[in-house]
């Protein structure tokens, strides 16, 4: 009797054990199998609008969280000093115009006339000395005249045909007007003014920063009044359009999401799943991601950083918004 009932105590024993061990094996294998994510922050495209000149902000039509569109008018700027430029530029291009027209059309219709009337003078100057001189010229071969007497008159006369020919020059010079040399000098300012005056205009149109794209106005930098540096970012602006996900896994967890696989994202903001398309690895470009992962070899695994596309267009997605994607692994 007390043989059987410790063969029925052993039997009971074992099969207690055996169960136990089918339970641990099971509860292990559903264990095993637990549901892990990996966690990223959405990007977008970031853009700054800038002005091309400097000046004092007079008006700001759009605060940060607006939609802009590419074009808009974001800041007026104040335009006193390139309005004063523009009012120097303007005459010295009058000033250029001036001197090139008088290049081009000659003197003035008075001082032409006043060199004819000088030529004309000397010319009729010119013809006395030179009867006078053809008159004396027989007196003297008659020997009537002494040679100093006559010396006189030629001198006179050759004085009068020097005068004429001078003032024919001055009069010619009157009529043909300045040099061609200095006609194309006068061009030359006359452009050069030009020029100028079409660089303050740019400026004048420069009085307006713009927005360089559709998009979300993240930050603006400036208040009314405020001066505005040239290049300086007033605005900045995401590109709703261009998103993406940055997940920063370690180079174990990489056979987990491959190029152009699309797995889910769960937008924690917006408590939905989005359908991501991975895009490309890129490596950090540090080492401070790096881990042990093999203590007797001292192997180390790497950060990737892998770009994730949304597969549509989300319309209230925003950056830096988590997203997380399940990550199945077996113990």
Same mark, same amino acid.
């Given at each position: 009797?007390?043989?059987?009932?410790?063969? %029925? %105590?052993? %039997?009971?024993?074992?099969?207690?054990?055996?169960?136990?061990?089918?339970?641990?094996?099971?509860?292990?294998?559903?264990?095993?199998?637990?549901?892990?994510?990996?966690?990223?922050?959405?990007?977008?495209?970031?853009?700054?609008?800038?002005?091309?000149?400097?000046?004092?902000?007079?008006?700001?039509?759009?605060?940060?969280?607006?939609?802009?569109?590419?074009?808009?008018?974001?800041?007026?700027?104040?335009?006193? /000093?390139?309005?004063?430029?523009?009012?120097?530029?303007?005459?010295?291009?009058?000033?250029?115009?001036?001197?090139?027209?008088?290049?081009?059309?000659?003197?003035?219709?008075?001082?032409?006339?006043?060199?004819?009337?000088?030529? =004309?003078?000397?010319? +009729?100057?010119? /013809?006395?000395?030179? !009867?006078?001189?053809?008159?004396?010229?027989?007196?003297?071969?008659?020997?009537?005249?002494?040679?100093?007497?006559?010396?006189?008159?030629?001198?006179?006369?050759?004085?009068?045909?020097?005068?004429?020919?001078?003032?024919? +020059?001055?009069?010619?010079?009157?009529?043909?007007?300045?040099? +061609?040399?200095?006609?194309?000098?006068?061009?030359?300012?006359?452009?050069?003014? =030009?020029?100028?005056?079409?660089?303050?205009?740019?400026?004048?149109? /420069? +009085?307006?920063?713009?927005?360089?794209?559709?998009?979300?106005?993240?930050?603006?930098?400036?208040?009314?009044?405020?001066?505005?540096?040239?290049?300086?970012?007033?605005?900045?602006?995401?590109?709703?359009?261009?998103?993406?996900?940055?997940?920063?896994?370690?180079?174990?967890?990489?056979?987990?999401? !491959?190029?152009?696989?699309?797995?889910?994202?769960?937008?924690?903001?917006?408590?939905?799943?989005?359908?991501?398309?991975?895009?490309?690895?890129?490596?950090?470009?540090?080492?401070?991601?790096?881990?042990? !992962?093999?203590?007797?070899?001292?192997?180390?695994?790497?950060?990737?950083?892998? !770009?994730?596309?949304?597969?549509?267009?989300?319309?209230?997605?925003?950056?830096?918004?988590?997203?997380?994607?399940?990550?199945?692994?077996?113990?």
């Amino acid at each position: 009797m007390k043989k059987n009932i410790g063969k %029925i %105590i052993l %039997i009971a024993s074992t099969l207690i054990v055996f169960c136990g061990l089918i339970a641990f094996v099971i509860i292990e294998t559903v264990d095993g199998d637990k549901d892990e994510f990996r966690t990223g922050t959405v990007e977008m495209r970031e853009y700054g609008a800038a002005s091309k000149i400097p000046g004092r902000i007079d008006s700001i039509y759009f605060d940060e969280g607006d939609y802009v569109h590419e074009g808009d008018i974001l800041v007026k700027l104040t335009t006193d /000093e390139i309005d004063a430029k523009k009012d120097q530029a303007q005459g010295m291009v009058d000033a250029a115009r001036g001197q090139m027209d008088m290049a081009y059309d000659g003197e003035r219709p008075e001082k032409i006339d006043m060199a004819l009337n000088g030529y =004309l003078a000397a010319k +009729s100057t010119f /013809e006395l000395a030179e !009867k006078t001189y053809q008159r004396m010229e027989k007196v003297y071969k008659d020997s009537l005249i002494s040679a100093q007497d006559f010396d006189g008159i030629t001198q006179k006369y050759q004085s009068a045909r020097e005068g004429m020919q001078a003032a024919k +020059s001055q009069y010619d010079m009157a009529k043909a007007g300045a040099r +061609s040399e200095q006609k194309r000098m006068a061009l030359g300012q006359y452009e050069a003014a =030009l020029s100028a005056l079409r660089e303050v205009e740019t400026y004048c149109g /420069e +009085s307006t920063i713009k927005a360089p794209v559709s998009g979300i106005v993240l930050k603006r930098y400036f208040d009314k009044g405020e001066l505005v540096s040239k290049g300086f970012p007033a605005f900045s602006i995401v590109d709703t359009k261009d998103a993406w996900v940055e997940l920063n896994l370690p180079e174990s967890e990489m056979k987990y999401f !491959k190029i152009g696989d699309k797995p889910l994202g769960f937008v924690h903001s917006m408590d939905k799943n989005i359908r991501f398309k991975a895009q490309n690895y890129s490596v950090l470009p540090d080492y401070a991601n790096w881990r042990a !992962k093999n203590e007797q070899g001292t192997f180390e695994i790497r950060s990737f950083t892998l !770009k994730m596309i949304p597969c549509e267009k989300i319309k209230d997605l925003r950056p830096g918004m988590t997203v997380s994607f399940k990550l199945k692994t077996s113990k």
